[in-house]
């Protein structure tokens, strides 16, 4: 369960399958406390982070 902000800089250090990997939980996290909760402003964060690193990834291309 997220309840800890998960930082873009921390995000930079995992290969783009643990990122993946790390993106699906969030969102399950998400998806399962929306029921309990309203707000999630730190889970919802995190997911952003990530969503917006496995972009910059997909836009920038493979490593060389």
Same mark, same amino acid.
């Given at each position: 369960?997220?309840?800890? $902000?998960?930082p ?5 250090? +995992?290969d783009?399958a643990? *990122? ?6 969030? !969102?399950?996290?998400?998806?399962? $406390?929306?029921?309990e909760?309203?707000?999630?402003p +730190?889970?919802?964060?995190? *997911? ?6 496995? !972009? ?5 291309g493979p490593?060389?």
């Amino acid at each position: 369960m997220t309840t800890t $902000l998960i930082p873009a800089s921390d995000l930079k250090e +995992l290969d783009t399958a643990e *990122l993946q990997s790390k993106f699906f939980q969030v !969102a399950a996290d998400v998806a399962r $406390l929306r029921q309990e909760c309203q707000q999630l402003p +730190l889970a919802e964060q995190s *997911l952003h982070n990530i969503s917006n690193e496995l !972009a910059v990834r997909k836009y920038r291309g493979p490593k060389l």
